[in-house]
């Protein structure tokens, strides 16, 4: 890098030789730490690797939803009343209603699908070979919009296709028009996988990369331009990826591709590419993704306990698996039930699905979301509503019981009641309209701007974004240095403590710990010494806020 | 299951996307038109006619939302059906994705064709005649009595206009929940409130747009 002057990295062990291992924080200090679990993310950035791929989800008809479903059916056939039975079959078939009962839920979805696949099988060979006529006519329109100025311009490219190359989303352009394109893709896959039974990952050419991931019979690739590595893009399309299985569950998607190699995956997925796109400008945006952990509405502690324990109590009803409110893409609130954690990147589809959603603003909604870290085999019904009349904040309902819309409708009606009479939901609104905190609150000079995450909780925090970093260039510039500390601490082989690198307009400092991930922004000419006392100073500062910047206690029905 | 919220009458709509469903519920709940995105999933709106509470259920037309379906058919006593006039692709789903899902509904479900967008109808060029939409809805209809009925369950409307749009649901209202002329006079025009707006607590939070 020709900005860099000067970079030092070291293990903490090695660090302490001015600075002293007692600026160093002592771990039962650390800032918005929790052993009370409410999101749990065992995997790490440094875990995500192609080798995993492979064996990660295994549809299997033991997921969560099923056995919870299961539960359920046992409950109720357990019950002496035959009315509380009419959806299970005869109790002379008790072990399979276990199967059966457990399908109501995903199942009626997935064949319906799968019905439409058969039909459109026909279709499909019809359209192909009127293609196969056209052959010249497709390539040269291909040819003369990829290479339009618009679509050369766009600094990130992501594209899904099929194994067979047929085009299923793009982010930039109609995807109808980069047929060539993505059969180059597809061969260039396919070649390396046939010819040397390998994977390819990447190439970088010039100032671009370009990386690959196959997954289920779909190829992502994503192109940039930007500060991504191919680990962080990797991570992206790992998030697309999630946001399929999300809309489609993965046992909806194999069984698709096990019928039809050639299913136009764009049927089931039309009207979804608004989830797709609103996800890759999220992930421009929002360092949450980045980090796989999610922020916090910043809220005294005692009104947050009010909100979780007013949801606790007024949503005491069985097979509601998750209830949370969020507001402007942060978290306000989680409830969960027992034994069963929301994963942080299932969170940021469920922020997605909201953030990408007009329509839930109009009336309470009643819509499947499938959350492939908590079960990729099926779907869970999310009751969503907006407690405020703005349509600020919105509570969300997540059932295994897709007739519990009703129900769910009059929790929603007592929850909104109490929180408007205890001034919860207005004390919301207030903290909203306040920008969270400003960099000077923390009072060290020179920090221009940090992310903390607490491992333990995946949540961080950050200051508002200030000057210099207020213009769409200066922020985006701002988000490379992260990706570049990002990547520098965790992908250069071996995972770095702390990394110090200054460069020509700024200084970063980061530092990783079991408990903590911190990444530091401060002027051009501050020195490593200062450096390190700055963020002691931070951590402090972040400590004694923490009960309003984090949710440290975990809530359960 | 609920009992304060428990709607005498189950109506929803059906229809392919982008025909102008969230459109029309809008239109009459709240007299606005404002443009709208795609629905997710199906959306619940509580109405009041007259003493009675009806239950509106808004579904999205995407077809990865079909497995909704069956939750919002189940109880259903009737069923707009909903068409763009202007194509007549949307005119054949009604018969082809719809028939088999509205099985799930009251048997004695009344299903009402609606063709949408009348306001950019070029009524010299049409795709579907007024005579091929009230075929399909006699056929659909089949098990009902049509005497019973001021009009054939066939409209033909426009939100941007508000051509019609009252006339469709008085007419599933007045079918399902008969009132009486005085019934009528009493409740007057605001007989089609949002029940929401009726508790102090909470004034107006559904806003359509
Ligand atoms: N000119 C005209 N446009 C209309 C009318 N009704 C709806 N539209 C437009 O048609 C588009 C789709 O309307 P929606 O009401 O969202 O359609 P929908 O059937 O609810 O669509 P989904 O929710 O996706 O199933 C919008 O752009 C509306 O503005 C109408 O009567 N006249
Ligand atoms: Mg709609």
């Known amino acids: 890098m020709a900005t860099e002057i000067r970079e030092a990295e070291q293990n903490a062990s090695v660090s302490d030789s001015d600075s002293?291992?007692?600026?160093?924080?002592?771990?039962?200090?650390?800032?918005?730490?929790?052993?009370?679990?409410?999101?749990?993310?065992?995997?790490?950035?440094?875990?995500?690797?192609?080798?995993?791929?492979?064996?990660?989800?295994?549809?299997?008809?033991?997921?969560?939803?099923?056995?919870?479903?299961?539960?359920?059916?046992?409950?109720?056939?357990?019950?002496?009343?035959?009315?509380?039975?009419?959806?299970?079959?005869?109790?002379?078939?008790?072990?399979?209603?276990?199967?059966?009962?457990?399908?109501?839920?995903?199942?009626?979805?997935?064949?319906?699908?799968?019905?439409?696949?058969?039909?459109?099988?026909?279709?499909?060979?019809?359209?192909?070979?009127?293609?196969?006529?056209?052959?010249?006519?497709?390539?040269?329109?291909?040819?003369?919009?990829?290479?339009?100025?618009?679509?050369?311009?766009?600094?990130?490219?992501?594209?899904?296709?099929?194994?067979?190359?047929?085009?299923?989303?793009?982010?930039?352009?109609?995807?109808?028009?980069?047929?060539?394109?993505?059969?180059?893709?597809?061969?260039?896959?396919?070649?390396?996988?046939?010819?040397?039974?390998?994977?390819?990952?990447?190439?970088?050419?010039?100032?671009?990369?370009?990386?690959?991931?196959?997954?289920?019979?779909?190829?992502?690739?994503?192109?940039?331009?930007?500060?991504?590595?191919?680990?962080?893009?990797?991570?992206?399309?790992?998030?697309?990826?999630?946001?399929?299985?999300?809309?489609?569950?993965?046992?909806?998607?194999?069984?698709?591709?096990?019928?039809?190699?050639?299913?136009?995956?764009?049927?089931?997925?039309?009207?979804?590419?608004?989830f797709f796109d609103n996800l890759l400008n999220l992930m421009d945006v929002e360092p949450g993704l980045l980090l796989t952990s999610v922020r916090c509405l910043p809220l005294d502690s005692n009104v947050r306990d009010i909100v979780s324990q007013t949801i606790a109590q007024h949503a005491k009803v069985k097979d509601l698996v998750f209830a949370l409110i969020i507001a402007q893409n942060q978290l306000v609130a989680v409830v969960r039930m027992k034994k069963y954690y929301l994963h942080p990147m299932d969170l940021h589809l469920i922020l997605n699905l909201i953030n990408a959603s007009e329509s839930f603003k109009a009336a309470e909604s009643w819509t499947p979301i499938c959350l492939p870290k908590f079960d990729a085999a099926g779907f869970l019904q999310a009751h969503v509503s907006y407690l405020d009349e703005e349509c600020q904040t919105c509570l969300l309902l997540l059932s295994v019981d897709i007739e519990a819309f009703y129900t769910l409708s009059e929790c929603k009606a007592k929850i909104q009641e109490r929180l408007i009479k205890y001034n919860a939901l207005a004390a919301i609104n207030n903290s909203l309209k306040r920008n969270s905190y400003s960099i000077q609150q923390c009072s060290i000079s020179d920090l221009r701007h940090f992310l903390y995450k607490s491992r333990s909780t995946a949540q961080y925090t950050s200051p508002e974004l200030e000057a210099p970093y207020n213009t769409k260039e200066e922020k985006e510039r701002l988000f490379g240095l992260y990706y570049y500390l990002h990547d520098r601490i965790h992908t250069s082989g071996r995972t770095l403590k702390i990394l110090f690198h200054v460069g020509a307009y700024e200084t970063l400092l980061g530092w990783v710990t079991t408990g903590f991930e911190l990444y530091a922004v401060f002027g051009p000419l501050v020195t490593k010494m200062s450096a390190i006392h700055a963020v002691n100073k931070l951590l402090r500062w972040i400590k004694k806020e923490e009960d309003r910047l984090f949710i440290l206690s975990s809530v359960t029905f | 299951m609920s009992t304060k919220k428990k709607a005498d009458l189950k109506v929803i709509i059906l229809g392919d996307y982008n025909v102008g469903k969230t459109s029309l519920i809008c239109r009459y709940i709240d007299g606005t038109f404002r443009p709208k995105d795609p629905t997710v999933g199906a959306a619940f709106f509580l109405k009041q006619w007259g003493p009675h509470n009806v239950a509106v259920w808004d579904t999205a037309g995407d077809e990865r939302y079909s497995g909704l379906s069956h939750f919002y058919c189940r109880g259903a006593g009737a069923a707009i059906l909903a068409f763009d006039l202007n194509s007549s692709q949307t005119f054949e789903s009604l018969w082809a994705r719809f028939g088999s899902i509205l099985e799930a509904a009251n048997e004695d479900c009344l299903k009402v064709v609606v063709g949408t967008k009348m306001d950019l109808l070029d009524q010299s060029n049409r795709d579907i005649t007024p005579e091929e939409g009230k075929k399909l809805a006699r056929e659909l209809n089949e098990h009902l009595d049509f005497k019973k009925m001021p009009h054939e369950p066939y409209f033909e409307t426009s939100s941007l206009t508000n051509q019609n749009v009252d006339e469709v649901f008085q007419f599933i209202f007045q079918y399902c929940l008969p009132l009486s002329a005085e019934q009528k006079k009493k409740y007057g025009k605001g007989s089609v409130i949002d029940l929401i707006e009726n508790s102090d607590e909470h004034k107006s939070t559904r806003r359509c747009c």
């Open chain 1, 20 to 274: 002293g291992q007692s600026d160093f924080i002592e771990t039962n200090e650390i800032p918005g730490k929790s052993s009370n679990t409410l999101l749990v993310a065992n995997d790490s950035f440094e875990d995500l690797s192609y080798a995993e791929l492979n064996n990660t989800i295994v549809a299997s008809p033991m997921g969560t939803i099923n056995s919870l479903v299961k539960k359920k059916a046992k409950r109720s056939l357990s019950l002496p009343e035959r009315e509380h039975v009419e959806d299970t079959v005869s109790e002379s078939e008790v072990d399979d209603s276990e199967v059966e009962t457990s399908e109501i839920c995903d199942d009626s979805q997935v064949d319906m699908i799968e019905a439409r696949v058969t039909e459109l099988s026909l279709q499909e060979t019809t359209s192909q070979t009127a293609d196969a006529q056209i052959p010249h006519l497709m390539t040269n329109t291909d040819t003369d919009y990829v290479n339009s100025p618009e679509w050369k311009r766009q600094k990130k490219h992501i594209f899904i296709l099929s194994e067979s190359g047929k085009p299923i989303y793009s982010r930039h352009g109609n995807e109808d028009k980069l047929v060539t394109i993505m059969g180059v893709m597809q061969a260039l896959v396919s070649f390396v996988a046939d010819s040397n039974k390998d994977t390819l990952r990447s190439i970088v050419a010039g100032d671009h990369k370009f990386v690959f991931m196959t997954r289920d019979h779909l190829t992502f690739v994503g192109v940039t331009r930007g500060k991504e590595s191919t680990q962080q893009m990797f991570l992206q399309l790992t998030y697309m990826y999630n946001q399929v299985i999300s809309i489609l569950t993965h046992s909806t998607l194999t069984r698709i591709f096990k019928q039809h190699r050639n299913y136009d995956l764009r049927r089931p997925l039309s009207g979804a590419e608004k």
